[in-house]
């Protein structure tokens, strides 16, 4: 069982930023797509942001783009999401998940994922 564990979340105003962390304990972690999905109260998940294993390619929903960016560090295990320009509608869960696979495709948010963390809740006020 791949472990997951989210980090960086927090509450902040409006016009802030946070950083959310993801470490994950499994080896082989740079080959494998790294995503992040959030869930606000009474609201399907969404996937926000995608990067591929090797190319690093970045996905983003259009919800984040130009605010959220996606990073990873191989040497760490670890993935990020640096959240700026928050607004009170990215209060959310946030969630690290692995994806079965190397690359974020056009179909992403349609690929499968198998390793979820328990996520970070990310409160952010007016």
């Known amino acids: 069982q791949v472990e997951l564990v989210e980090s960086g979340g927090g509450s902040v105003q409006a016009g802030g930023s946070l950083r959310l962390s993801c470490i994950n304990s499994?080896?082989?972690?740079?080959?494998?797509?790294m995503a992040w999905f959030r869930q606000a109260p009474g609201k399907e998940r969404e996937g926000i942001a995608c990067?591929?294993?090797?190319?690093?390619?970045?996905q983003y929903a259009d919800s984040v783009k130009g605010r959220f960016t996606i990073s990873r560090d191989d040497s760490k295990n670890t993935a990020y999401l640096q959240m700026n320009s928050l607004s009170p509608e990215d209060t959310a869960t946030y969630y690290c998940?692995?994806?079965?696979?190397?690359?974020?495709?056009?179909?992403?948010?349609?690929?499968?994922?198998?390793?979820w963390g328990q996520g970070t809740q990310v409160t952010v006020s007016s």
């Open positions: 499994e080896s082989f972690f740079e080959e494998y797509r």
């Open positions: 990067i591929s294993s090797h190319t690093l390619t970045p």
């Open positions: 998940a692995r994806g079965v696979g190397r690359y974020c495709t056009d179909d992403w948010l349609q690929l499968e994922y198998d390793d």
